[in-house]
């Protein structure tokens, strides 16, 4: 069984660089540069990128990269999926350079999402210096935060993730949008070998960008508030009020990235004992407030 120790960076592609670089750096608060393909990386930490943005034909997520400690874990990861059945490429010399890691294997899940194996970062150690002001994001030895992923197939891509790349179950939501009456669809927050509440969800639903959202934590409250600031003052859609989730207690709201999927910006987020915890179903969403329906009023 693989041992996974973190979301290592998310790759989206844009029609548009020049508003991503904008939305980086002006409300995200990230540091912006070139990379080597012309594409962006955003820096979050001290390492060279978090989140690589390359130029397409569309606005859409891409693929998801997923840390192992050692080239020993890399090869145990790649063996565990080739016994599993799933198709591995393993990544070129260039597409490891572009990626700055040693070596990097791909494949997809049986939904259909893309995902990254790496292990080895290359990092200058460039200290990260926020544009707006932002102090840090929360990094290091749990991630860079977390996605929530369609999985239409999605009892397979909880056994591959779970069985084969040895994801914990954290807890479980079943959404029922049209109440009662209507179709359950399960969302299940998956933990990997950190600290980190989830670093993953499925979600038993399409999402005609690739992705539900993604998280990314900073260290204080008023970071989040300066970030809901800026926000509106670079007109950025936004998909959430202000609220607190029931499961990993992260203060958060969300508006819409230059890709179209979501990303979460949040503090507080939970840290926890695994040896400890007991894994449940919650029935809502938050203790307060992420009233979502601003974001549909948004697209009427």
């Given at each position: 069984?693989?041992?996974?120790?973190?979301?290592?960076?998310?790759?989206?592609?844009?029609?548009?660089?020049?508003?991503?670089?904008?939305?980086?750096?002006?409300?995200?608060?990230?540091?912006?540069?070139?990379?080597?393909?012309?594409?962006?990386?955003?820096?979050?930490?001290?390492?060279?990128?978090?989140?690589?943005?390359?130029?397409?034909?569309?606005?859409?997520?891409?693929?998801?990269?997923?840390?192992?400690?050692?080239?020993?874990?890399?090869?145990?990861?790649?063996?565990?999926?080739?016994?599993?059945?799933?198709?591995?490429?393993?990544g070129?010399?260039a597409?490891?350079?572009?990626?700055?890691?040693?070596?990097?294997?791909?494949f997809?899940?049986?939904?259909?999402?893309?995902h990254?194996?790496?292990?080895?970062?290359?990092?200058?150690?460039?200290?990260?210096?926020?544009?707006?002001?932002?102090?840090?994001?929360?990094?290091?030895?749990?991630?860079?935060?977390?996605?929530?992923?369609?999985?239409?197939a999605?009892?397979?891509?909880?056994?591959?993730?779970?069985?084969?790349?040895?994801?914990?179950?954290?807890?479980m939501?079943?959404?029922?949008?049209?109440?009662?009456?209507?179709?359950?669809?399960?969302?299940?927050?998956?933990?990997?070998?950190?600290?980190?509440?989830?670093?993953?969800?499925?979600?038993?639903?399409?999402?005609?960008?690739?992705?539900?959202?993604?998280?990314?934590?900073?260290?204080?409250?008023?970071?989040?508030?300066?970030a809901?600031?800026?926000?509106?003052?670079?007109?950025?859609?936004?998909?959430?009020?202000?609220?607190?989730?029931?499961?990993?207690?992260?203060?958060?709201?969300?508006?819409?990235?230059?890709?179209?999927?979501?990303?979460?910006?949040?503090?507080?987020?939970?840290?926890?004992?695994?040896?400890?915890?007991?894994?449940?179903?919650?029935?809502?969403?938050?203790?307060?407030?992420?009233?979502?329906?601003?974001?549909?009023?948004?697209?009427q």
């Amino acid at each position: 069984m693989a041992d996974i120790r973190g979301l290592a960076y998310i790759v989206a592609e844009t029609t548009d660089l020049a508003k991503w670089r904008d939305y980086a750096e002006q409300v995200l608060g990230m540091m912006a540069s070139t990379a080597p393909d012309g594409g962006l990386h955003l820096k979050m930490d001290e390492r060279q990128f978090r989140i690589a943005v390359q130029k397409g034909e569309r606005d859409a997520y891409v693929a998801t990269g997923w840390e192992v400690a050692s080239k020993a874990g890399f090869t145990t990861a790649v063996d565990a999926l080739r016994a599993a059945g799933v198709e591995v490429a393993l990544g070129s010399t260039a597409l490891c350079a572009k990626r700055c890691v040693q070596q990097l294997a791909a494949f997809d899940d049986p939904s259909g999402n893309r995902h990254e194996i790496v292990w080895g970062f290359q990092s200058e150690f460039r200290h990260f210096a926020s544009p707006v002001g932002v102090a840090r994001f929360i990094t290091g030895d749990i991630g860079m935060g977390h996605v929530v992923l369609p999985a239409v197939a999605f009892e397979e891509t909880m056994r591959l993730f779970c069985d084969v790349l040895g994801f914990g179950l954290a807890d479980m939501f079943n959404f029922k949008p049209a109440g009662d009456a209507g179709p359950t669809l399960p969302i299940y927050f998956l933990h990997c070998n950190n600290g980190r509440h989830h670093s993953l969800a499925l979600a038993g639903f399409p999402v005609p960008s690739g992705c539900v959202h993604l998280m990314v934590e900073v260290e204080s409250m008023p970071e989040v508030g300066r970030a809901m600031d800026r926000m509106a003052a670079h007109a950025v859609p936004q998909s959430s009020t202000l609220g607190q989730h029931t499961n990993d207690k992260v203060i958060s709201f969300y508006m819409k990235s230059p890709s179209g999927f979501d990303v979460e910006y949040g503090y507080g987020g939970t840290v926890v004992d695994w040896a400890s915890h007991i894994t449940h179903e919650f029935t809502q969403v938050s203790l307060w407030g992420h009233d979502f329906s601003v974001g549909q009023k948004g697209q009427q």
